[in-house]
């Protein structure tokens, strides 16, 4: 199967797509452009947010008008009617990094990974955030933590190390929000490009972006195996999401960071978002 283009754009780093159950409407960011985008399920409309930061994850919200964001700096609360944003909770401000990759888990705990703006070893962590809890830190000395999902029963976190080539897969206390390392679930050989964003479907299988690999692959976290490929007619795909109303389109980002001149009049659709139903 080869993925259709959905959206022609050249974000430098299309990431973070969010289905956005309340509004009906795909979001996703383009961290290095410091804005991100709405797609109207209905009206098939797309409108641009631009709270001017790097911003790398969009958070539902119980008021449809409402959306976090997690941006360098911290997670903010930001206003879609009139683009007014708030600090929620400072992370790292005192580092030369950024947030990355993140998500709700099942008790609807905030999770974002930070990196180094220079992609630096070990400059990296993953933290939770909870109105009860605060923020804390889950994980240190990453350099690209990305993906996360959570197994269907709520017992296993997985999470992506892109520059280990790994998924990860750590038992998961949900009333706690606690995590324990379990075992490496997925190596992705360097032939495959690096694992990215990723999410989980109905049968708890993960689709994963490869960056550098030209697609959206299929793999089951229990026995490591892959199981399929989604084609993308571009070298760095960085992230997916399931969405629409009946949960059965694939929402597919890319990107050109990194990319020559050369490349991209190769792949002239790079940074564009892209669907597979």
């Known amino acids: 199967m080869t993925a259709s283009l959905f959206y022609k754009n050249d974000s430098e780093l299309a990431e973070g797509p969010m289905w956005h ?20 399920w209905n ?7 631009r709270p001017q930061r790097l911003v790398s994850v969009v958070y539902e919200t119980a008021d449809i008008n409402k959306v976090i964001l997690a ?9 879609l009617s009139n683009g007014e944003s708030e600090l929620l909770q400072a992370i790292e401000r005192d580092k030369q990094t950024r947030t990355n990759d ?4 099942p008790a609807g705990r905030i999770w ?27 994980l240190d000395s990453l350099t690209i933590p990305n993906g996360i999902a959570w197994s269907k029963d709520g017992k296993t976190m997985y999470h992506v190390e892109t520059t280990e ?3 990860n ?18 190596h992705v050989p360097g032939e495959l490009g690096f694992p990215d964003g990723m999410c989980m479907d109905e049968e708890g299988m993960l689709w994963i972006a490869h960056w550098g690999g030209f697609g959206v692959c299929r793999w089951n976290p229990l026995t490591g195996e892959l199981l399929g490929k989604i084609d993308v007619p571009v070298p760095h795909v960085s992230s997916c999401t399931f ?4 949960m059965k389109t694939l929402l597919i980002t890319t990107a050109r960071e990194n990319l020559s001149r050369d490349d991209i009049r190769r792949y002239p659709e790079s940074g564009s978002i892209f669907i597979a139903g």
Not at 102 to 105: E, P, V
């Open 43 to 49: 009206d098939k409309k797309v409108t641009v947010y």
């Open 169 to 186: 897969a750590y038992d998961f206390d949900n009333a706690t929000g606690n995590i324990k390392f379990r075992k490496v679930a997925i």
């Open 21 to 40: 159950k309340g509004r009906r409407s795909f979001f996703w960011v383009d961290i290095l452009g410091e804005l991100f985008y709405e797609y109207g």
């Open 71 to 79: 941006a360098q700096g911290g997670l903010f609360l930001f206003n």
């Open 243 to 246: 969405g629409g109303d009946d």
């Open 102 to 105: 993140g998500g709700y888990d």
């Open 165 to 167: 080539y790994v998924v």
């Open 112 to 138: 974002i990974g930070t990196m180094g703006l220079t992609h630096g070893k070990n400059e990296g962590a993953l933290y939770c955030y909870s109105k009860k809890a605060g923020l804390v830190k889950k």
